[in-house]
């Protein structure tokens, strides 16, 4: 039976954290993109104590950082034939509006453009491996309201704005790798993990934080919210659905704004530009 190669960012910790352990326990083959190496470090250790796959390898990337972007990207195709799955996980939102030192709005980085320029340096392994790609968006996505000109604005910066419009970002980025890549076997998911109890509010302050504390009991666990980005990583016969959102394990109609292929291929083109220098 031929070993399955996935590629996650963000498996440190929450939903990526407990995608990871039951990929192992499907016997994937991991590569782990982190930016705390020592942190996945002990990580990776768990994973092959309490699962018994010892095909755990760990890769330093830092989304808001292109430069190490470009790096992984290029260390993975030194060493891989192809990967059948990636799973972009990582994700956050801040407080504060603040720039990455490549230039942009860190939210937008993290959350979309970091992503963007993984797949793309990965796309040959990708195609290699008939690949599926999997964003993990929100439904916080429907309060996505995208204003392209003033993504690097701090005068009409919002914590919970940047955040809709990065999530939004991941369904358009979904469906334009489904139209652009699907001659190549490559099929392209995004998911809804459900409002899951993990540290994704560790650094907010404030009535953002209040709001998310009060919402703590009714949240599902990390192992929970993971289920929907599992199954996308395992279930067969789902290439019909490429393109879609997915919400407990199910597609679902993503918000009407989602469907628009203007602000789609404007969103491309304009990351494409963003990481022109990178993607080489």
Sequence with gaps: MAITTTVITGATSGIG????????????????????????????????????????????????????????????????????????????????????????????????????????????????????????????HRRGKPDFESINDPQKYSAMGAYGNSKLFNIYFTKSIAGRYASKGITSYALHPGVVKTNFNSKLTGGLKLMFSLATPFMITAEKGAETSVYLATAPKLEPKSGSYFVRKKPVKPAGIAQDETSRERLWNLSETMVAKFDV
């Excluded at 309490?50 to 195709?77: F, M, P, Q, S, W």
């Excluded at 034939?81 to 994700?91: M, P, T």
């Excluded at 993290?110 to 992503?115: K, M």
């Design 17 to 140: 954290e407990a995608t990871a352990f039951a990929l192992a326990r499907k016997d994937h083959a991991l590569y782990l993109l982190v930016r705390n190496v020592q942190k996945s470090g002990e990580l990776k250790q768990r994973i092959s104590k309490e699962t018994g796959n010892k095909n755990v390898h760990i890769v330093y990337c830092d989304l808001t950082d292109l430069t190490t972007v470009a790096a992984a990207a290029d260390e993975l195709r030194s060493k891989l034939f192809n990967v059948q799955v990636l799973i972009n996980n990582a994700g956050g939102m801040f407080n504060h509006f603040a720039l990455t030192k490549d230039g942009f709005e860190t939210t937008f980085q993290l959350n979309h453009l970091g992503h963007f320029l993984l797949t793309k340096k990965l796309m040959p392994l990708l195609e290699k491996g008939q690949a599926r790609i999997i964003n993990v968006s929100s439904d916080l």
